[in-house]
Every structure is written in structure tokens, then in C-alpha cells.
């Protein structure tokens, strides 16, 4: 997705806005073009992670990421395979779904996998029948309970003020 032609449209906007002004406002709307195309590029990429976290809420198991590539967004649409009634796999056993101590609080956080670990991760939550996201909490809540020998409700409970963990759950 080309971002180019809305940072245009953004500064063309500027240039109309100043166009009502004096001399000096044409000036300092030509000189503001330029930061002005960084930062609205920032903010329209914002808005596209954030709108992608919506659908990928909406979506789940499945899910939409927004990839930068080459300073350009794209989105990349993960629906996981529905089974097939030939051979299909047994599906795994339900996992109980995590305590919540913090009462249905969630944080979003990015995470960056190389491409090779995040293919793994899918293939992981896809035989789980689960949603990425899904199996990411439940990877973090066990590697908790193994270094801490305590299930990660009460590990966070224990260490709540000392330290800060963020996440992205449904």
C-alpha cells in the first residue's frame, strides 16, 4: 500500500489552508510540507496497525498484520484452514484459558519474529486450532510457570509494581 498519495493529499491540504494567508503563511506551509510527510506517514501507520488489531480481534482465529516493507505498508491476512474431512488431525486437547488477575485488562505490544520463527508459531496455533495471538499468550504463561514454578497469574500477582509486562490478548 502506497502511502504517497495521502501525505500529497495532506500537504496539497496545507498548501490550500495557507493559500488564504499572507505571503509569510504560503512560506511556512512550504517549509512544513517536507517534515510534515514523516510524521503523517508515522500516524497513518498507527491508524493501520491499530485497525488491524480491530479486525484481527474480529477475524479470530484469524488474523491481519501490517508489514512494513521497503517504507511501504502491506497487509498480510492469516485464515487459518478449515479441517478437511479427509485425514484430518485430531484436534488437541482444550487448554483452560488463563486465569486473568488484572480483571479483563489487556495492553497491545508489537512483537518482531523473523520470518522463519513466525511461520513456526503459525503452524504451532494452527494445529492447535488456536489464533497466533492465542498461542503466544499460552507459550509466555508457560514459560512463566517454568521459571518461576507458579502458575503466571499468581507470578504476576506476586511481582505486581516491581515490574512491567505488556502484551496483546483477547
Not at 70 to 80: A, N, R, Y
Not at 94 to 106: E, F, K, N, R, S
Not at 119 to 140: D, H, K, M, P, Y
Request: aromatic fraction near 2%; proline fraction near 8%; avoid cysteine.
Amino acid at each position: 500500500m502506497d502511502l504517497t498519495r495521502y501525505t500529497d493529499q495532506l500537504q496539497q491540504q496545507l498548501r490550500t489552508a495557507a493559500s488564504a494567508g499572507s505571503d509569510e503563511a504560503r512560506e511556512i506551509a512550504s517549509r512544513l510540507t517536507a517534515p510534515l510527510d514523516s510524521a503523517a506517514r508515522l500516524v497513518l501507520l498507527e491508524a493501520l496497525s491499530d485497525a488491524a488489531g480491530e479486525i484481527s480481534a474480529e477475524l479470530a482465529p484469524g488474523s491481519v498484520d501490517v508489514r512494513l516493507r521497503g517504507g511501504s505498508p502491506e497487509f498480510v491476512i492469516d485464515v487459518p484452514a478449515g479441517p478437511t474431512t479427509a485425514s484430518a488431525p485430531e484436534p488437541a486437547p482444550p487448554v483452560a484459558p488463563l486465569p486473568d488477575a488484572d480483571g479483563g485488562a489487556t495492553t497491545r505490544t508489537t512483537l518482531r519474529l523473523p520470518d522463519h520463527l513466525k511461520a513456526q508459531v503459525e503452524t504451532a496455533a494452527a494445529r492447535e486450532g488456536v489464533s497466533v495471538n492465542t498461542w503466544l499468550v499460552r507459550a509466555v504463561a508457560g514459560a512463566l510457570e517454568q521459571s518461576t514454578g507458579r502458575p503466571a497469574a499468581q507470578a504476576r500477582a506476586t511481582h505486581r509494581g516491581t515490574s512491567r509486562a505488556t502484551g496483546w490478548v483477547r
